[in-house]
């Protein structure tokens, strides 16, 4: 038995395209498009990455897209007027200051000064507390990103066993939320959960969010189970001096018992991208009234 390829780049891209069918009408109505404002501050090569990343795919929606990058010598006072002057600015729907900071900057006070309203990441503790009391806010993307991949595989999700390994603050927990907002019946599993093989084995529902390259064996998985694979893990690769990328589930024997698998890369990873727009799009609507 071989599992069906769950392909979230192709779902990515038909979210986005959705996404940029609305905003013409949206700019229309307001007389401005969309914006999204994403903070950089210093220089972490991957962060640029996804920083640029997002800035063209913001553009390619139809979006605005304001780029701020502080200096990794800018001081908590500096980053906190920024966000504070974005805020205020009429223009800017949605607000992402690109994690992590430079290790003297206190994350959790710059997240808390973000306007809840304006907090497309979702990691706001007023989107937690929302998320967790079933009012409409703002999720995390990429566990809504996922979330998205399930209902379009499975349909409704009530009464299904799901298990969520790792416990961040934003995958783990948001992801849990959601899947009991769906009715499952879930279990969070995380570095010190024991015989975790077992609890996987009983899952109709596995998500996979540690960070340990292909840690979720084949044989763990329920035969026919669906494996959404969050890990992102640079790894040596074949050849001496190349790497490549892997998940938190090891592919090809999970693949093997799975009845649906998203692979790495091109599962989940193009979800998040594309869920932070829907969500910049979201804030637009709802702020414009
Ligand atoms: N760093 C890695 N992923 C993310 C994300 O989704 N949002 C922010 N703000 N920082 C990140």
Same mark, same amino acid.
């Given at each position: 038995?071989?599992?069906? +390829?769950?392909?979230?780049?192709?779902?990515?891209?038909?979210?986005?395209? #959705?996404?940029?069918?609305?905003?013409?009408?949206?700019?229309?109505?307001?007389?401005?498009?969309?914006?999204?404002?994403?903070?950089?501050?210093?220089?972490?090569? %991957?962060?640029?990455?996804?920083?640029?990343?997002?800035?063209?795919?913001?553009?390619?929606? &139809? @979006?605005?897209?304001?780029?701020?990058?502080?200096?990794?010598? %800018?001081?908590?006072?500096?980053?906190?007027?920024?966000?504070?002057?974005? *805020?205020?600015?009429?223009?800017?729907? &949605?607000?992402?200051?690109?994690?992590?900071?430079?290790?003297?900057?206190? $994350?959790?006070?710059?997240?808390?000064?973000?306007?809840?309203?304006?907090?497309?990441?979702?990691?706001?503790?007023? *989107?937690?507390?929302?998320?967790?009391?079933?009012?409409?806010?703002?999720?995390?993307?990429?566990?809504?990103?996922?979330?998205?991949?399930? /209902?379009?595989?499975?349909?409704?999700?009530?009464?299904?066993?799901?298990?969520?390994?790792?416990?961040?603050?934003?995958?783990?927990?948001? @992801?849990?939320?959601?899947?009991?907002?769906?009715?499952?019946?879930?279990?969070?599993?995380?570095?010190?959960? #024991?015989?975790?093989?077992?609890?996987?084995?009983?899952?109709?529902?596995?998500?996979?969010?540690?960070?340990?390259?292909? @840690?979720? /064996?084949?044989?763990? +998985?329920?035969?026919?189970?669906?494996?959404?694979?969050?890990? +992102?893990?640079?790894?040596?690769?074949? $050849?001496?001096? /190349?790497?490549? !990328?892997?998940?938190?589930?090891?592919?090809?024997?999970?693949?093997?018992?799975?009845?649906?698998?998203?692979?790495?890369?091109?599962?989940?990873?193009? @979800?998040?991208?594309?869920? !932070?727009?829907? *969500?910049?799009?979201?804030?637009?609507?709802?702020? %414009?009234?």
């Amino acid at each position: 038995m071989s599992a069906d +390829i769950i392909d979230g780049k192709a779902y990515a891209a038909g979210l986005r395209g #959705k996404v940029a069918a609305i905003v013409p009408g949206f700019r229309a109505a307001a007389g401005r498009a969309p914006g999204l404002a994403v903070v950089l501050v210093g220089e972490d090569p %991957a962060s640029q990455v996804y920083v640029r990343s997002k800035h063209k795919a913001t553009v390619e929606a &139809g @979006m605005e897209s304001f780029e701020h990058r502080l200096p990794d010598t %800018a001081t908590q006072d500096e980053l906190l007027a920024l966000v504070r002057r974005l *805020n205020a600015d009429d223009t800017v729907d &949605g607000i992402l200051v690109q994690l992590p900071l430079p290790g003297h900057l206190d $994350e959790n006070e710059v997240i808390s000064t973000i306007d809840p309203d304006k907090d497309v990441d979702g990691f706001h503790v007023v *989107n937690a507390g929302r998320l967790a009391v079933g009012q409409h806010g703002y999720v995390p993307c990429t566990p809504l990103g996922c979330l998205m991949l399930l /209902k379009d595989r499975l349909g409704d999700l009530s009464g299904l066993n799901a298990v969520v390994i790792g416990r961040s603050n934003i995958v783990g927990k948001p @992801m849990a939320q959601l899947l009991l907002a769906e009715s499952c019946t879930v279990t969070i599993a995380h570095s010190r959960t #024991k015989d975790l093989a077992d609890v996987v084995r009983r899952a109709d529902i596995v998500v996979a969010a540690v960070g340990r390259p292909e @840690m979720v /064996k084949g044989d763990w +998985i329920k035969p026919g189970a669906t494996v959404i694979d969050v890990g +992102i893990n640079r790894v040596p690769g074949a $050849e001496p001096g /190349k790497t490549k !990328l892997v998940g938190d589930v090891a592919y090809a024997e999970a693949a093997g018992v799975a009845g649906a698998i998203t692979p790495v890369p091109g599962g989940v990873g193009p @979800m998040t991208i594309a869920v !932070l727009l829907r *969500n910049t799009l979201v804030a637009a609507h709802r702020r %414009a009234g």
